[in-house]
Structures are given as structure tokens and as C-alpha cells.
């Protein structure tokens, strides 16, 4: 099998996530997470990397969790299983509480979960406009959880002209998904309504080792609706509205190797407010959040969990010049939670207030430096100062042939959660886990090739785990969370390359590998990661692509047998092909995903997709 997919891998060529066009993406393109300024990607000072509408429109029946997969430096965990699994995140070896994930700028995440992070079921790929994956620490922009980076995903806003979507697709296991998007300008008021439906009867989610029984399929439903309205009442100053509707529900088994019939519901409701006033030097901004979130759970351990989460935030961006740029803000969080029976909100609850302030010099010899400072205010564990310093210097801008080398230093925190505060292992001593980030890189641009690499290293200290107390005797007491005396150091180099082979034939390719002196805090984490991928357009308006994945050994512990246990490396190929008809109005696709119908464990004791199909049609209007 390895044989098999190392031939395909060297036939298909070198490349990841190849783009139509790599002179636009590259020379064109802007990004914004790294510094809340719009910086053209060739003169951001940080590791960016950017997935376009046009790669997520080629997804081939993906979850966001799959796509997410295939970016540098970022392992996801539970996304090769049944549609239901819970999803994990591991970005440059941190845990889900260091990444912070953003919904159109704005942390939306679950109060109630043990590490409050955003669960990434909730989203359709069918309403995402793009995603910025940040690297490295910026706690000074975005506060706590943004300790090894921020992914942020930007939903799809009115289009200019009336226009919309309609799109249904069919795959393996029973699939079904149809979504509809509306959206348009009339005058002054501008609209983009989207729904969304999926269900699928899956599979089961546990291992079935045991020949004489067969599991429960574990299947998995949603429903997603999104409103965004705006009104520009005049030049300067306009008004939108956000507004969401989220839920799903799935099956899920007891624990690794045994069936249940458990059932879980989640469901969601976000409501946003966004003013912008713009004048000819800048800009002020608010972004005004409420979400409330439940979930429940029906198994032999029923619980019902609500949170809440407010998120308020004004910032005023002014130009001094060509060059300099400042970014004054202020964040207020309001988060609460609620465990049915057991925890009150009254009590489950705190609040962050963030000023902070930050720099962006641009000079016209190819030269920038961005600098941020800001002062975090908790009203559990007090305050906390963190600061970020990011220079960048580009030679020959006006060229073909450009190169750009950048370095970053950072200083990011992650507050405990409501739930290691307040629950039953709750402990309201709890200080943030802190981490102090370097990175150092290469870039080289040119009008069709694209190369970087980039060593980063981070240390972490005070981190918070779980701890089990025991007596004299060696019985089990109790556990709570606490701060751990132990630091540790992750450090990885990653490389990634784009070409553009000619207009029809474009290849990119990514490579990382990455280490830590405290393997127990690794696991599930590959210490080597690689993928390959390249689309070609052989005729008008066809679309071929080929994608190879490698993911290294990673090691796990079985808490039932008490021991670590080390998962296999695999690799995985998929294809996808598309044909446009009517003038691009209609467009037809097909997909094969893990082509070679690989069989290997993800999670042990779980079960993992073989090889899948996805056909799909989706009509623009």
C-alpha cells in the first residue's frame, strides 16, 4: 500500500492546495488576521496561510475539520471518524485552549466546554467566504487562547448584484446535504441569507473488534441558517446585522471498542451588531456579540449544559501617513455557564476587560514592523500584560524576483476556563497558562513561485491539567484542575512551496516537523506532517485535483490498560474533478476521497472512514 501511494504521489508532482491563479493569490492577495490592518500577503511579517473561496468550493464533500487537516502545522484529530466525533485541534503541538478560533473576527466560543474552544461541527463549508490560519502567538490583538495562533473564519457577506446559490450533494454512508444562498444590494440596504441541511447515517463510531456483534450505525444531522443585513446610512457610517441559528445532533458510542445508543443535541444562537464609521484617515469600528449555546446529552451519564457568552469590542484604526498605522481598542467579555442540576450561572461566570494598543510601520525601502501591547484585566485571577514585536523586511518589492525574511516575538496567556473554575473539579486558584513565542523565516516571491520556511519555537509554563488526589492508602480522593510546575518547549521547522506551472497547471507542496522536550504532552500529535497536491484545467472548464497526505507515528495513552500505545503513519489520497456548463451557472462535481482505501487507526479504539464518495451539483443564479 505504501509502494502505491509513493508511485501516485511522485506522478501526481509536488504541490498542496494549489490556487487558480498563483500571480493573484501571491502578488494580490490581502490578509488581515495578523495585524487587524489590511497587509498585502507578500509584506505580512507573519506566518499566514490563507484557504480562498475558490479552494473551499473544491472541497469534494469535506468537513471544515477535513480542510483544516491539509494546512501546515495543523493536526486535527477525530475528523476521519463518523460524522458526530468530537473534533480536536492541534496547531504547531498546542491544544484546542491555544488556538483560538474566530467567527468573522469575533471568539465565539462555548462557555460551557471544559476548555471553552468553538466547536467547528456547527459550520456548513457552503457559507464560508474564506480562512486565515494565523501561527504563532497574538494574545496582544486577540486576547486569551491566542497562544499559538488564531484561525479565523469569514462567512460570506451581500454581494453587489442580486445573486445566490443553490447547491445539493449525495455521498457515502447516506449522505445528504442542500444549502441555498441569497444575497444583493438594493440601494442602501445589502442582504445574505443562507440554509443549510446535512444528514448522514454514518457509521459505527467505536471499533468493532467483536465478530459476533454488530454496532449501531452513529449517525449525524444539522441545521444552520445565517441573516446578515446592512444599511450604509451614509458615506461614512453603515450598520449590519448578524444574526444565526445552529444545530446538530448525533449518535455516539460508550468509549473505544464499545457500542451504545447515546445521543447528543447541540444547538446554537448568535446575534451581532457592527457599526463602522469611516473618515479619510481611518476608521472606528464596533463589534457588539451575544451567543447562547445548549447542550445535552443522553446516555447512561445525562447532562444538560448551557453557556453564554457576550463579546464587546471597539477599535479606531488611523493612517498618520503612508507608513504608520495605529490600532487603539478596548474587549469586553462576559461569559457564563450553567451545568442542569448541579452548577448555576449565578455562580459559573466572570469578565475580561482588554485595552490594548498596537503599531504598523511600512516604509517604502520594503521595511515594516508590527508592535502591540495589551493590558488583560480578569475579574478571578487579576491582570496580565502581553506584548508582540514583528519585523519584516522585503527586498526588491518592485521586482519579479522577490525575497522577504521575518522574525516574531510574543507573549500569549490562556485564562482557565468556567468549567476548571466552578465546576466539580473546579479550582478558583487557577493563574493562566502562559507562553512566550519565537519564530524566524524566509520568504521568495516571485510571479509564479512561492517558497517559505519558517523555524518557530514556543515555551509554555503554568499550564493547567487535571490532577487526581489520592490518600496515604493510595485510594482515589478526588481530582481538580491545577497549575502545573512543569514548562516545556515546542520547536518545528515548516517549509511550503507554491508554482505555477503554466496557466492551466498549477502545484504547491508543505512539510513540517516539529518536537517537544515533554513527550506526555504530545500526544496524538505526529511529529512529522506532509502533503502534496496540484490542479489541472486539461480543457475549458474542466477542473482536475489530487491530493496527498502523509501524517506521521503519533503516540496515545489508553487510560482502561494504563499504557501508550503508538499509531501507525499513513497516507492518504484523494481526487476530485468539476465541470462547469450553461456559462458557469451550473457547475457539476465528483470526488474520491482516501482514493487507495487506506486502512489505518486516527483515534484508537475508533472507527475510521475507507474510501468515500461524493457527488455534488450547484447552480448559480
Not at 312 to 319: A, L, V, Y
Not at 330 to 348: H, K, P, V, W
Not at 577 to 596: E, G, P, R, T
Amino acid at each position: 500500500m505504501r509502494k502505491k501511494m509513493l508511485v501516485l504521489c511522485g506522478l501526481i508532482s509536488f504541490g498542496a492546495h494549489a490556487q487558480d491563479s498563483l500571480k493573484t493569490t501571491l502578488l494580490q492577495e490581502v490578509v488581515v488576521t495578523g495585524t487587524k490592518f489590511e497587509v498585502p500577503v507578500e509584506k505580512s511579517g507573519k506566518t499566514i496561510h490563507k484557504i480562498p473561496l475558490e479552494q473551499l468550493q473544491r472541497n469534494g464533500g469535506k468537513a471544515l475539520s477535513d480542510l483544516l487537516n491539509e494546512v501546515p502545522g495543523l493536526q486535527m484529530d477525530g475528523n476521519f471518524g463518523t460524522p458526530g466525533a468530537n473534533i480536536s485541534y492541534y496547531l504547531r503541538g498546542a491544544r484546542n485552549r491555544q488556538t483560538l478560533i474566530l467567527i468573522d473576527g469575533v471568539p465565539l466560543n462555548d462557555p460551557s466546554a471544559i476548555n471553552a474552544e468553538y466547536d467547528l461541527r456547527y459550520i456548513p463549508v457552503s457559507q464560508i467566504q474564506s480562512i486565515e490560519i494565523l501561527k504563532g502567538g497574538l494574545s496582544t490583538l486577540y486576547g486569551t487562547s491566542a497562544a499559538a495562533g488564531v484561525i479565523n473564519i469569514k462567512l460570506k457577506d451581500a454581494a453587489q448584484n442580486f445573486s445566490g446559490s443553490a447547491e445539493v450533494t449525495a455521498g457515502s454512508f447516506g449522505t445528504f446535504s442542500q444549502n441555498l444562498n441569497v444575497s444583493g444590494t438594493e440601494g442602501k440596504f445589502t442582504y445574505f441569507g443562507s440554509a443549510n441541511n446535512l444528514s448522514s447515517e454514518g457509521f459505527s463510531a467505536a471499533q468493532d473488534n467483536d465478530p459476533a456483534v454488530e454496532f449501531d450505525k452513529d449517525g449525524f444531522k444539522r441545521q444552520n441558517g445565517l441573516l446578515k443585513l446592512g444599511y450604509k446610512f451614509t458615506d461614512r457610517f453603515s450598520v449590519n446585522l448578524h444574526s444565526a441559528y445552529e444545530k446538530f445532533e448525533s449518535d455516539y458510542d460508550a468509549f473505544e471498542f464499545a457500542d451504545a445508543s447515546n445521543r447528543q443535541e447541540y444547538d446554537q444562537v448568535r446575534l451581532g451588531l457592527v457599526p463602522r464609521y469611516q473618515y479619510a484617515n481611518g476608521e472606528v469600528e464596533g463589534k457588539f456579540f451575544y451567543n447562547v449555546n445548549e447542550r445535552k446529552f443522553f446516555s447512561a451519564f445525562p447532562a444538560t449544559y448551557q453557556g453564554n457568552n457576550f463579546q464587546g469590542e471597539i477599535t479606531h484604526r488611523h493612517r498618520f501617513s503612508r507608513s504608520v498605522q495605529t490600532l487603539a481598542g478596548l474587549n469586553y467579555q462576559d461569559l457564563a455557564f450553567e451545568q442542569q442540576g448541579s452548577i448555576s450561572n449565578d455562580t459559573a461566570n466572570f469578565s475580561i476587560f482588554d485595552p490594548y494598543v498596537s503599531l504598523l510601520i511600512d516604509l517604502p525601502a520594503g521595511f515594516s514592523v508590527h508592535a502591540g501591547l495589551r493590558l488583560n484585566t480578569h475579574s478571578v485571577y487579576g491582570s496580565k500584560v502581553v506584548y508582540n514585536l514583528n519585523p519584516s523586511m522585503l527586498f526588491n518589492q518592485d521586482g519579479n524576483f522577490r525575497y522577504k525574511v521575518f522574525g516574531s516575538i510574543a507573549t500569549s496567556y490562556v485564562t482557565p476556563s468556567l468549567y476548571q473554575l466552578y465546576s466539580i473539579y473546579g479550582n478558583t486558584q487557577l493563574k493562566p497558562e502562559e507562553a512566550l513565542n519565537y519564530e524566524a523565516g524566509f520568504s521568495l516571491l516571485t510571479d509564479r513561485i512561492t517558497f517559505t520556511g519558517t523555524w518557530f519555537s514556543r515555551d509554555e509554563s503554568s499550564p493547567i491539567d487535571f490532577v487526581s488526589i489520592f490518600d496515604a492508602e493510595g485510594n482515589y480522593v478526588r481530582g481538580e484542575y491545577r497549575n502545573l510546575s512543569t514548562e516545556r518547549n515546542v520547536n518545528g521547522i515548516e517549509l511550503s512551496a507554491a508554482v505555477e506551472l503554466s496557466e492551466s497547471l498549477a502545484a504547491s507542496a508543505h512539510w513540517t516537523t516539529m518536537d517537544t522536550d515533554i513527550p506526555v504532552s504530545f500526544y496524538r500529535i505526529p511529529k512529522k506532517k506532509y502533503g502534496a497536491s496540484v490542479t489541472w484545467a486539461p480543457i475549458q472548464n474542466l477542473t482536475l485535483k489530487a491530493d496527498y497526505n502523509y501524517t506521521g507515528k503519533r503516540t496515545t495513552f489508553d487510560y482502561f490498560s494504563f499504557r501508550e500505545i503508538t499509531l501507525a503513519d499513513f497516507q492518504l489520497v484523494d481526487i476530485f474533478a468539476s465541470y462547469d456548463l450553461f456559462k458557469k451557472k451550473l457547475n457539476v462535481y465528483a470526488s474520491v476521497n482516501n482514493l487507495l482505501d487506506e486502512d489505518f487507526v486516527a483515534v484508537y479504539g475508533y472507527t475510521t472512514r475507507g474510501r468515500t464518495f461524493n457527488t455534488g451539483v450547484r447552480y448559480s443564479f
